[in-house]
């Protein structure tokens, strides 16, 4: 059986992150919406800063976000049919909204994962029906997962 193979990096040292740990979460996604086990994909979590100067280039927006995906398995990428993206999370963002929201920085930073996979498969959140659609997903997926994990594991023990 071929296993998906996630690569998660920590470009953000301010915020110290269990990758092992992420990578596995992102896999339980990944099965959870039913997606092919061979699947390729790449999570990058970055500074408000870093994620504030891609979001202007790519959305045309000069403000920090949540989350960036970019959707690139195509053959003309160069890419293998089973890479399926590229999720941006801004780590900065995780921590100040987990304050807002009163959620953990754990379930922050999963929810931006599920999110980010969500948008790499069709699902969108431009209008008010489609981010009511896509909110639903996200919070059965997060429910789910934090019946299965401790998603305080998140951040990295040190």
């Given at each position: 059986?071929?296993?998906?193979?996630?690569?998660?990096?920590?470009?953000?040292?301010?915020?110290?992150?269990?990758?092992?740990?992420?990578?596995?979460?992102?896999?339980?996604?990944?099965?959870?919406?039913?997606?092919?086990?061979?699947?390729?994909?790449?999570?990058?979590?970055?500074?408000?800063?870093?994620?504030?100067?891609?979001?202007?280039?790519?959305?045309?927006?000069?403000?920090?976000t949540d989350v960036l995906s970019f959707k690139l398995g195509e053959k003309e990428?160069?890419?293998?049919?089973?890479?399926?993206?590229?999720?941006?999370?801004?780590?900065?963002?995780?921590?100040?909204?987990?304050?807002?929201?009163?959620?953990?920085?754990?379930?922050?930073?999963?929810?931006?994962?599920?999110?980010?996979?969500?948008?790499?498969?069709?699902?969108?959140?431009?209008?008010?029906?489609?981010?009511?659609?896509?909110?639903?997903?996200?919070?059965?997926?997060?429910?789910?997962?934090?019946?299965?994990?401790?998603?305080?594991?998140?951040?990295?023990?040190?």
């Amino acid at each position: 059986m071929e296993r998906s193979n996630i690569r998660v990096t920590n470009h953000n040292r301010s915020r110290g992150l269990n990758e092992r740990f992420i990578r596995s979460v992102a896999a339980s996604i990944l099965k959870m919406i039913k997606r092919p086990a061979a699947t390729e994909l790449e999570i990058v979590f970055l500074s408000d800063d870093r994620i504030r100067g891609l979001n202007k280039k790519y959305a045309g927006s000069d403000r920090s976000t949540d989350v960036l995906s970019f959707k690139l398995g195509e053959k003309e990428f160069g890419r293998p049919d089973s890479f399926i993206g590229e999720i941006l999370i801004s780590s900065d963002t995780a921590a100040r909204n987990s304050k807002i929201f009163g959620s953990t920085f754990g379930e922050e930073i999963v929810l931006y994962v599920i999110h980010g996979i969500l948008h790499l498969f069709g699902y969108d959140d431009t209008d008010a029906r489609s981010r009511a659609r896509m909110s639903e997903k996200e919070n059965g997926i997060l429910r789910e997962l934090c019946r299965k994990e401790d998603l305080s594991k998140v951040s990295m023990q040190r």
